[in-house]
């Protein structure tokens, strides 16, 4: 039996409990059936708030904190939670959680579900060392949440739920991603792997080695390799003949050159490798994308 205590509820409560005639059109839905929300409140300063489900819940459920602090105890971990940190609780796992008796936690919460929930579970525990994350504060995202919750409670219509699914998606992936903008950033201030971005750019024309490379910036070739492996994902010379592979697209729909005009544009000496390079990325080969451009 799941053990409930809320003594009397919190003073500027909201929450919405969708009825189970609309989450079975969600079900169904193409747009939603994927991710749908099922719950959704916030519970401000929310004294005596605590939840124990020794066979879990039906659903993922995300909390957010906002002022106060409470834990969160999952397979036997106990974790504080503070303001600006968030948590997501797997479905079907034993859990227990609660606001601090002497600084009550606020907190906005959702309990979601549907395949792409499982996968961003997946994302979310693979990526966040203990579950949880710090997340900077912004009114944005407040407002999010109210508009969201407006939507969920005033119209049924399968326009404005699939609208209020989408925009919840968005709300719960800004926190499991949020530290993303950060990495970008990091990326694109990275010098070296700049640099060498910019190199390969301009001599898309060039056969270029690694070798060049460690001469010409200076670093070995394995520092080279693993360091813009690790921020593009790809393997350097790999990376080069995807941009030269792009920049062949580009010629393909916007002149007249022939295949083998092209590849010795992109620096290929031999056409039909140029081919095989090119089918690898897109799947197809120069002549066939050319095809179905006028398709």
């Given at each position: 039996?799941?053990?409930?205590?809320?003594?009397?509820?919190?003073?500027?409560?909201?929450?919405?409990?969708?009825?189970?005639?609309?989450?079975?059109?969600?079900?169904?839905?193409?747009?939603?059936?994927?991710?749908?929300?099922?719950?959704?409140?916030?519970?401000?300063?929310?004294?005596?708030?605590?939840?124990?489900?020794?066979?879990?819940?039906?659903?993922?459920?995300?909390?957010?904190?906002?002022?106060?602090?409470?834990?969160?105890?999952?397979?036997?971990?106990?974790?504080?939670?503070?303001?600006?940190?968030?948590?997501?609780?797997?479905?079907?796992?034993?859990?227990?959680?609660?606001?601090?008796?002497?600084?009550?936690?606020?907190?906005?919460?959702?309990?979601?579900?549907?395949?792409?929930?499982?996968?961003?579970?997946?994302?979310?525990?693979?990526?966040?060392?203990?579950?949880?994350?710090?997340?900077?504060?912004?009114?944005?995202r407040i407002e999010q949440f109210n508009k969201i919750f407006n939507l969920y409670d005033n119209n049924y219509l399968d326009s404005y739920i699939e609208y209020a699914n989408l925009l919840s998606l968005n709300f719960i992936s800004s926190f499991i991603y949020h530290?993303?903008?950060?990495?970008?950033?990091?990326?694109?201030?990275?010098?070296?792997?700049?640099?060498?971005?910019?190199?390969?750019?301009?001599?898309?024309?060039?056969?270029?080695?690694?070798?060049?490379?460690?001469?010409?910036?200076?670093?070995?070739?394995?520092?080279?390799?693993?360091?813009?492996?690790?921020?593009t994902g790809y393997p350097v010379l790999v990376f080069f003949n995807l941009k030269k592979t792009q920049k062949a697209c580009e010629y393909l729909n916007y002149t007249e050159l022939?295949?083998?005009?092209?590849?010795?544009?992109?620096?290929?000496?031999?056409?039909?490798?140029?081919?095989?390079?090119?089918?690898?990325?897109?799947?197809?080969?120069?002549?066939?994308?050319?095809?179905?451009?006028?398709?």
């Amino acid at each position: 039996m799941d053990n409930n205590t809320i003594k009397e509820g919190f003073l500027g409560q909201k929450m919405i409990a969708l009825p189970k005639d609309i989450i079975k059109k969600i079900k169904e839905n193409k747009i939603s059936q994927n991710f749908y929300v099922s719950d959704l409140g916030y519970y401000p300063n929310a004294h005596h708030h605590e939840r124990i489900r020794k066979k879990g819940a039906n659903e993922f459920i995300f909390i957010y904190c906002t002022k106060g602090k409470g834990i969160i105890r999952l397979k036997n971990i106990k974790t504080e939670i503070l303001p600006n940190q968030f948590f997501i609780i797997p479905i079907h796992t034993s859990h227990e959680y609660k606001a601090n008796d002497n600084d009550p936690w606020s907190i906005y919460w959702f309990h979601f579900k549907g395949p792409l929930a499982e996968e961003l579970y997946k994302r979310y525990s693979t990526t966040h060392s203990y579950n949880y994350k710090n997340i900077p504060f912004t009114t944005k995202r407040i407002e999010q949440f109210n508009k969201i919750f407006n939507l969920y409670d005033n119209n049924y219509l399968d326009s404005y739920i699939e609208y209020a699914n989408l925009l919840s998606l968005n709300f719960i992936s800004s926190f499991i991603y949020h530290d993303f903008d950060s990495k970008l950033n990091s990326d694109n201030s990275d010098t070296l792997v700049n640099s060498i971005k910019d190199y390969l750019a301009n001599n898309l024309e060039r056969k270029i080695t690694l070798d060049e490379l460690s001469e010409k910036f200076n670093y070995s070739k394995s520092y080279i390799h693993s360091k813009f492996k690790l921020k593009t994902g790809y393997p350097v010379l790999v990376f080069f003949n995807l941009k030269k592979t792009q920049k062949a697209c580009e010629y393909l729909n916007y002149t007249e050159l022939s295949i083998k005009e092209i590849s010795f544009k992109v620096g290929f000496e031999d056409p039909l490798y140029f081919s095989r390079i090119f089918k690898n990325f897109m799947g197809k080969s120069p002549r066939s994308y050319k095809q179905n451009l006028s398709k």
